[in-house]
């Protein structure tokens, strides 16, 4: 009966372990495009979506939103099938920098591939993202596309209740 009372024991304190290495779900709260240096509000039909999954790499996540990944790729990739911009993979990516602000939340900037594929449509373009994070909470993020300091996009994130 010891047995079994330490192996239930192990059993609970294991889990919550295990039940936290899941998939996040962030949504867009509030969204800024910085164009010629100037911030202003903007708006996408539909919600954006920000997935982390803990098993990943630190700094990947999958995008989904079709106009937001439009707009951010100013259209360029010429897929057959449009949907293939419902959703993007920001994959390998690599830490630039790390620093706390004042008010305690860390901005830690990488680069990485964002990456557009269904069936036969491949697209993907070098892609500079600052995730914002306090408490252990993914706050905001900060994207661009590497070579284009055209746009900048900006959002205020919350959970996905």
């Given at each position: ?20 290495q ?5 949504i867009?709260?509030k ?11 903007y708006?996408?039909?539909g ?28 259209g ?16 390998h ?9 004042k ?26 993202v ?7 909470n993914?706050?905001g ?20 209740s």
């Open positions: 009966m010891k047995k079994y009372y330490i192996l239930l024991l192990l059993l609970f304190s294991v889990a919550p372990n295990y039940a936290q899941g998939t996040e779900t962030l867009v709260d969204a800024w495009l910085n164009e010629s240096e100037e911030w202003s509000d708006s996408y039909s919600k954006i979506v920000f997935s982390v999954n803990s098993k990943n790499e630190e700094g990947s996540l999958r995008i989904g939103n079709y106009d937001f990944l439009y707009d951010f790729c100013e360029k990739a010429k897929f057959s099938n449009k949907a293939t911009y419902s959703t993007a993979d920001f994959s990516p690599r830490k630039l920098a790390a620093q706390s602000d008010q305690g939340v860390l901005n830690s900037t990488y680069e990485g591939t964002l990456i557009f594929q269904s069936d036969n449509d491949y697209y993907s373009v070098i892609a500079i600052t995730l914002l994070e306090k408490g252990g993914l706050i993020l900060k994207m661009h596309i590497k070579d284009s300091s055209t746009k900048e996009y900006a959002f205020s994130l919350k959970p996905n």
